[in-house]
């Protein structure tokens, strides 16, 4: 079919692959156009394919919600987000909040409430304020969790039929969890006096609550084990003595039929001793029909601080009379309980002996303190996995690092751990090597898997084998017997990716899993365009796309609601496999299913075709398209992507307006790569004339034919206001040589450039080049490397190759050369082993040689790029008398977050554009700079 065709007709708007005197005939946006503009969000799906939710947002921050009967009419809900339907159909909930305006001008914050609407009469209502809200797995109840006055207590749950019949509060509710299938409620509390804490189950057509357990602890970690009646949840545990708490792990079989708890207590664990803790940032999961449950332990360390009476510790069993009654006062960080320092006046005290505040960075750290300091919390809350089989009533713990993270697989037999240890010192410096063992999780005896390889196994669905990509090639290893198959004995798949895919110095990785067979006996596998199918038992692999001889990539798409983002779609043997297609060379998307070996190619278009998903309960489906010049809506239609009906039409002013287009220039490159770019015409663009050009780059962008372009001066890299302001705008794709990342990107640029040139329509006179990042230190070296920019806007830009591979990324704790030769740098070797080639690269070395104007942009607060790299090129620059200006937003980050300072980045890149390529009057700034004095009282103050 011709998914163009069905969308001109059925769009309101006029198709816009309208005359060039059409287009000269309507004007071209300009900022005061760009607030109305919408972005277009995810769709929801009624679960009988009966109605549609979208999620609308605006460039001037506004939202709502559009609803829609598919072939019906459509309501919109002002200020509105979050849609969702009830499993049964009936109802559409929402989250419905207020006007920007109105937030801004609250004395207190403002908290969404909950909108309803009943699909049957219309009807549309606001509810309570709501922190969060659930229906049950049959739509029949309405769980409405409010906002808790402090974080030591609960909130107000009100639980209801949609339609407000029923109703039954519950106060001091911390969490709340529906039963599978069914409409019973698991809460915890949290209350005021502690003593009332506990979990319970809410029956709401009998309007009962029942309590399960109740104590002065918390109650963490509320989960039920999928599709059946069993709970659990995790209760703290205060030693008197250690320093943090631990947790009991509490379970009821048989919630339904009067329930039975079994508890693991954490006191008087041999496994656990006294040096672990059970906490609840692992949570709880179930294995092997609910006989294992898996969980996490830390280090658990005395309280230095903590008086133990008479040397005992707590040795509480778990029952009410064994726990603690009190616990000792920690305000006093000097350890009087009085607060009375024995040196008396602390202004007076002997200071001789007080510890100086010193950091010691020693060379041999795995991770430099700045990381340790960042990664504090994170590994705080690292754990190592440990299994408690109930039936034995035993607690295995399986990792042996809380920083090597241990996979439970499914089953609950067998579980993949790692070891670093062999390869620290490589770790540190971008390599992701690691042995991989198997773990027994009835003993935690492990076993060698493979020795090396930087890429972690995958296990299949089923927990009993995994997969290896070592030594260029994939490996089965069956978990039982440890047996190897190796796949594709013949070499007939192509596994690796090459340079010319992945640029990056080092070990090259595979292309990936594409999904799995249900049963486990059989993975699909990716090269660089198809799909092949792997017995995992004989290694015989067969490809099952033919997108190779097309340059047709073929990618597959998991349609499972319950799936988690990064979870491989699993078919059963008879089932279809979806696939997403995309055409590499001429950018065409869409969709195919695999079934039996056949590929049925559905739908392919000259558009950016994405986002499919499928209704709960009905043959329905819906996906995104979108082009440069069609603003992005939703189209629903059946399994076959047939007689898809157009569902939301955002943006339809745009036909008012003038509007460009794109299209792709092929080029080759000195070093021999075919690449392509994305060229966007000026919207106001007439045959015969010539215009200026600003050339974007970072890293490859061609893919990106089809992508709309939003029109927002908060976007200060926007490709559609530089359309709109009357230039063509370049992408190119740009492949790295090893060690030479400045004469690669000089080498595609220039070729795009001419390639650009070659169309007669760019002044070559008149070429911009700006990028941010990446792309801002390509924006600084190239204008030392070629005089063809008549300008260039560098922002958060690497200057100086031979400093930089020195720093450290502030924000995250990263030194840079833990990635310097293996990631974005692509150095592949460090300064003193190749200083000739990191001067090469460099952009202050050639700073001499200047003669584009450069447009510095940082912010001094970057965390990522060091401010003082854009202090470097400027004081370089300045002192070889070249023309720089730099742009210092205080208080600004990698990228620029305040309104303020977006919008003012994005007019001085077009004032600085306007006078270098269009010859527009220079403002002041460019020409005279803005003293200290002038700008505070530009801003009325400030540093």
């Given amino acids: 079919m011709n998914l163009r065709a069905l969308t001109a007709a059925l769009l309101i708007a006029t198709p816009l692959a309208a005359s060039a005197l059409a287009a000269q005939a309507r004007p071209v946006l300009t900022p005061d156009d760009f607030g109305q503009w919408e972005r277009l969000g995810r769709i929801e799906l009624h679960p009988q394919g009966t109605w549609t939710a979208t999620s609308i947002s605006r460039v001037d921050r506004s939202l709502e919600v559009r609803l829609r009967e598919v072939g019906g009419d459509e309501r919109t809900f002002p200020h509105a987000t979050r849609p969702a339907f009830s499993g049964d159909g009936r109802w559409m909930a929402f989250s419905q909040s207020v006007s920007q305006e109105e937030k801004e001008a609250a004395d207190e914050p403002v908290h969404d409430r909950l909108g309803l609407v009943d699909l049957r009469s219309g009807h549309d209502t606001v509810l309570v304020p709501m922190r969060s809200y659930a229906f049950s797995d049959d739509g029949a109840w309405l769980a409405i969790l409010g906002h808790a006055p402090s974080d030591s207590v609960g909130a107000d749950l009100l639980v209801q039929r949609p339609g407000g019949a029923d109703p039954l509060f519950v106060g001091s509710v911390d969490a709340f969890s529906w039963q599978d299938d069914a409409n019973r409620l698991a809460i915890t509390l949290k209350t005021a006096w502690g003593t009332a804490n506990g979990v319970a189950l809410i029956d709401p057509a009998a309007g009962t609550i029942r309590t399960l357990d109740s104590r002065d602890a918390r109650y963490e970690g509320l989960t039920w084990d999928e599709d059946t009646d069993r709970l659990a949840v995790m209760r703290t545990r205060t030693v008197e003595g250690m320093k943090d708490e631990t947790h009991d792990i509490l379970v009821w079989d048989d919630t339904s039929e009067g ?49 133990v009476a008479d040397g005992d510790e707590d040795e509480s069993d778990g029952s009410p009379d064994g726990e603690s009654d009190s616990q000792r006062d920690e305000d006093d960080s000097d350890g009087d309980p009085d607060g009375d320092s024995e040196n008396g006046d602390s202004e007076e005290a002997d200071t001789d002996d007080e510890e100086a505040d010193v950091q010691v960075w020693h060379w041999n750290d795995d991770d430099i303190i700045r990381a340790q300091e960042f990664g504090a919390n994170r590994i705080a809350r690292m754990t190592r996995a440990a299994v408690w089989h109930r039936d034995s009533n035993a ?69 009993t084998s995994a997969l290896l990509f070592e030594d ?24 690796l990716q090459p340079l010319a895919d992945y640029d990056y110095p080092g070990p090259r990785p595979s292309w990936g899993v594409a999904a799995w067979q249900s049963d486990g006996s059989r993975a699909y596998l990716y090269d660089k365009y198809d799909v092949w199918s792997a017995d995992l038992g004989t290694g015989s692999v067969e490809r099952m796309t033919n997108g190779a001889p097309r340059g047709v990539r073929y990618r597959a798409v998991n349609l499972d609601l319950d799936a988690g983002f990064f979870d491989d779609p699993e078919v059963e043997a008879d089932e279809a496999l979806w696939l997403r297609t995309f055409d590499t060379r001429t950018k065409a998307a869409g969709y195919a299913r695999l079934r039996d070996g056949h590929v049925d190619e559905l739908l392919s278009e000259d558009a950016a075709v994405s986002g499919l998903v499928r209704a709960a309960d009905a043959d329905l489906y819906a996906i995104r398209v979108e082009r440069w010049d069609d603003s992005p809506d939703w189209f629903v239609g059946n399994a076959r992507l047939s007689d898809l009906t157009q569902v939301t039409e955002t943006n339809p002013f745009q036909a008012d307006f003038a509007w460009g287009r794109t299209e792709l220039v092929d080029y080759t490159t000195e070093a021999g790569h075919d690449l392509q770019a994305i060229l966007a015409y000026p919207a106001d663009f007439v045959e015969g004339r010539r215009y200026p050009l600003i050339l974007y780059q970072y890293e490859r962008l061609s893919d990106g034919l089809h992508r709309y372009q939003i029109p927002d001066e908060r976007d200060y890299y926007d490709f559609q206001a530089w359309s709109q302001a009357g230039y063509f705008v370049l992408m190119p794709d740009i492949v790295y040589e090893p060690g030479r990342p400045g004469p690669s990107a000089l080498d595609a640029v220039e070729s795009a450039l001419d390639a650009a040139v070659a169309t007669g329509h760019v002044d070559p006179d008149a070429m911009g080049l700006i990028g941010h990042s990446w792309g801002g230190y390509q924006a600084a070296y190239l204008p030392t490397r070629t005089h063809r920019f008549a300008a260039s806007v560098a922002g958060a830009a690497i200057t100086d190759f031979i400093s930089f591979m020195g720093a450290v990324h502030w924000s995250g704790g990263l030194p840079e050369s833990g990635h310097w030769e293996t990631g974005q740098a692509r150095m592949a070797r460090p300064a003193w082993e190749d200083l000739e080639g990191h001067l090469e690269s460099s952009p202050v070395n050639f700073i001499h040689e200047l003669q584009t104007p450069v447009l510095l942009m940082h912010g001094d607060d970057d965390g990522v790029v060091d401010f003082r790299q854009g202090l470097e090129y400027y004081n370089y620059a300045r002192r070889a008398g070249k023309p720089v200006v730099m742009l210092v937003y205080p208080g600004a980050g990698h990228g620029l977050s305040e309104k303020a300072q977006q919008i003012d980045y994005h007019r001085r890149i077009m004032q600085w554009f306007g006078h270098y390529l269009k010859g527009e009057a220079a403002p002041s700034w460019i020409t005279d700079g803005e003293t200290w004095v002038e700008r505070v009282e530009r801003i009325g103050g400030g540093r």
């Fill in 259 to 307: 329930p039975t708890l079994q508890l693991l207590s954490s006191a008087g664990r041999s496994e656990l001793g006294d040096s672990l803790r059970i906490t609840d940032f692992r949570g709880i999961r179930f294995h092997d029909d609910g006989r294992i449950i898996e969980f996490g332990v830390r280090p658990w360390t005395m309280d230095p601080e903590a008086a």
């Fill in 395 to 463: 607690v295995v713990v399986l990792g042996r690092d809380i920083q090597e993270s241990v996979q439970v697989l499914e089953g609950g037999h067998w579980a993949l751990e790692p070891d670093y240890s062999p390869y620290l010192f490589e770790r540190r410096f971008g390599s992701s090597a690691a042995d991989w063992y198997r773990v027994d999780v009835k003993d935690g005896g492990r076993d060698l898997l493979a020795r090396g390889v930087q890429a972690a196994p995958e296990a299949n669905p089923t927990g």
């Fill in 472 to 495: 260029s090639s994939w490996v089965a290893v069956d978990l039982a017997t440890l047996r190897r198959t190796p796949l594709d004995p013949s070499g007939s798949l192509s596994a």
